[in-house]
């Protein structure tokens, strides 16, 4: 009923920017905490921004002061701009979207966008 789909991943230099974006469709639901998560290959998928539906916002402190999590609730859609990016960024980044769906809140993942910082 409900989908999360990232996009804006891709090749970019050391240096560069990225602009990536999550989209949540379907119907009668209600979304509530969305974040952005990465994979590195051969590491843990580790947190990076979360953003509430108020606006407050966390990043984890590798990405402090170079990516920006922000959110647009009348569509249903989240955002990380990447600034400054560093090799060590690489990783497949993925959308999770908590929902509400009727009574429930479940967790929902996107299929996730590579992102790959190299020169």
């Known amino acids: 009923q409900v989908q999360v789909v990232e996009s804006g991943g891709g090749l970019v230099q050391p240096g560069g920017s990225l602009r990536l974006s999550c989209a949540a469709s379907?119907?009668?639901?209600?979304?509530?905490?969305m974040a952005w998560y990465r994979q590195a290959p051969g590491k843990e998928r580790e947190l990076v921004a979360t953003?509430?539906?108020?606006?407050?916002?966390g990043y984890t402190d590798s990405v402090k002061g170079r990516f920006t999590v922000s959110r647009d609730n009348a569509k249903n859609m989240a955002y990380l701009e990447m600034n400054s990016l560093k090799p060590e960024d690489t990783a497949v980044y993925f959308c999770?979207?908590?929902?509400?769906?009727?009574?429930?809140?479940?967790?929902?993942w996107g299929q996730g966008t590579q992102v790959t910082v190299s020169s």
């Open positions: 379907g119907s009668d639901f209600r979304i509530y905490t």
């Open positions: 999770n979207v908590e929902v509400q769906i009727v009574t429930w809140r479940y967790n929902l």
């Open positions: 953003i509430s539906t108020s606006g407050n916002t």
